[in-house]
């Protein structure tokens, strides 16, 4: 079964540059999440969107933003990196409905150097 | 808010031994709740979830965990532990926020020995 597609898995940059990070969800889902897993941490909230819109914030930094675009897939993007954002950053996907499972996907490592 | 607790930070059980994994959760609601492991390095995958009904759940890989509202619970168990078993656990209440989001425990790495 076809399951969460992150680009690129390993990403390499350093302080002060742009990253942008992909992530295609399960077909037929319209949700997307994205997390931010720092070193021996759990995985944080960052943000999430239902149909192109945004429908929940948590801790993402202002330096960050993020989109779905109408064929549901969704970027998050990184500007003026700091080493701290060095971390495993996951997308999931899920239907709409409240509850229902969200699938990961393998992440992708940012190292910002 | 919506919070989880995993008390232990890590755990060693021998192989072969039975296992118990601690969640406590605080939601206002009836909870959705799961559990994720994570291999070193990979993402992570569901093992099982509770929106309803029997409070005992049946997961992938032989592991089980029983919702218990009265104690605002969702222990993982397995009767027998293999090594490969051995990978970070996270418990996880799906809440509500103005959208949709799953709020993770911190963790218990589980330590697997011969």
């Known amino acids: 079964a076809a399951g969460v597609i992150q680009s690129p898995r390993h990403l390499i940059k350093e302080k002060r540059e742009t990253a942008t990070l992909k992530c295609y969800p399960i077909?037929?889902?319209?949700?997307v999440y994205w997390y931010q897993q720092g070193p021996g941490q759990d995985p944080q909230f960052l943000i999430s969107f239902y149909e192109k819109m945004q429908s929940d914030k948590g801790s993402i930094p202002d330096r960050f933003s993020a989109q779905q675009f109408s064929d549901y897939h969704s970027e998050l993007n990184m500007s003026s990196l700091e080493l701290g954002d060095s971390a495993l950053y996951f997308c999931?996907?899920?239907?709409?409905?409240?509850?229902?499972?969200?699938?990961f996907g393998e992440g992708s490592w940012l190292t910002v150097v | 808010a919506q919070s989880v607790t995993q008390p232990d930070i890590h755990i060693t059980v021998s192989e072969g031994a039975s296992l118990e994994l601690r969640c406590n959760y605080s939601y206002g609601a009836t909870p959705y709740l799961f559990w994720y492991v994570q291999s070193p390095g990979q993402g992570l995958q569901l093992l099982l979830k509770y929106f309803s009904g029997d409070t005992l759940v049946q997961g992938i890989k032989g592991f089980e965990a029983e919702f218990k509202r009265s104690q605002s619970s969702f222990n993982l168990r397995k009767p027998s532990v293999h090594w490969s078993d051995a990978a970070e656990y996270f418990c996880?209440?799906?809440?509500?926020?103005?959208?949709?989001?799953?709020?993770f425990g911190a963790g218990t790495r589980l330590f697997v020995k011969a």
């Open positions: 077909p037929r889902h319209d949700t």
């Open positions: 996880a209440v799906g809440a509500r926020g103005g959208g949709f989001k799953t709020i």
């Open positions: 999931a996907s899920s239907l709409k409905d409240f509850g229902n499972t969200i699938y």
